[in-house]
């Protein structure tokens, strides 16, 4: 089945810091740097260390990630739209001899970034409109809600001669559909924040400029690997 749905969401007391969608780097600074939500990114190192620590969800992702990193070899990943850089941060206690580079769009984000991994290298970086980073291997991790399908086109196409490894915020099914309409009943301000889609629709995005790998890692999802087509 080959779906994409509209994602909505409901920020709670955070929807009055945002605009009509959550589709820019300046309302996803406003929501990781002053929401107290599920978005939330401490400045203070104390805070930042306990927020890590805590998420089970990143670190889950963080090991399936990391199996999947040491398997295909590469040495050095870049990581596009790390937000708070939570399961890179679990990433560098699981793979400490992989050398990651952290790049998001949203520029108080970065600053935040810099102060949390002072030895990385840290980019301002729009992977919709620039060329990819230097890497052996290229990470989009749970980023996929952010842009249309056609945007996803675009993006795969520029990145068509790297390797890259796709790993969904989450996959389209019963239990996300059941999600949308409890987030949508009344009472609630939910607010549009992107689209979700089926794994026929990533299997279709992702095969016409890559050879696809389907990864499952149980409760963790499933992602794709992507090698260039020869």
């Not at 306990?50 to 090991?63: I, N, T």
């Not at 295909?72 to 596009?80: E, F, L």
């Not at 389209?172 to 987030?183: H, I, K, N, Q, S």
């Not at 095969?207 to 990864?215: A, D, G, K, Q, W």
Request: hydrophobic fraction near 40%; glycine fraction near 10%; aromatic fraction near 10%.
């Amino acid at each position: 089945m080959r779906l994409t749905l509209p994602h909505y969401y409901d920020f709670g007391p955070d929807r009055d810091l945002l605009g009509g969608d959550l589709l820019g780097p300046e309302d996803w600074d406003s929501l990781r740097i002053e929401g107290q939500g599920t978005f939330q990114f401490p400045l203070d190192p104390g805070s930042y260390r306990e927020l890590v620590e805590r998420s089970g969800w990143q670190a889950r992702r963080a090991r399936a990630l990391a199996r999947w990193i040491g398997e295909s070899g590469a040495r050095t990943v870049a990581s596009y739209g790390v937000g708070p850089g939570i399961v890179e941060a679990w990433l560098r206690k699981l793979s400490p001899d992989v050398s990651l580079v952290l790049a998001d769009y949203a520029p108080r984000t970065v600053e935040g970034l810099r102060v949390h991994f002072p030895d990385l290298e840290v980019h301002l970086h729009d992977f919709c409109r620039e060329q990819p980073l230097d890497a052996e291997l290229h990470l989009f991790n749970g980023v996929d809600t952010e842009l249309h399908d056609q945007a996803w086109r675009d993006v795969l196409r520029r990145f068509a001669d790297r390797r890259v490894l796709f790993f969904p915020n989450i996959t389209l099914g019963a239990r996300v559909l059941a999600g949308e309409l409890w987030c949508r009943r009344p009472g609630r301000r939910p607010m549009r924040a992107g689209w979700w889609r089926t794994k026929g629709r990533f299997d279709e995005l992702t095969s016409p400029t890559h050879e696809i790998s389907r990864l499952t890692a149980g409760r963790a999802g499933v992602a794709w690997m992507l090698e260039p087509r020869r």
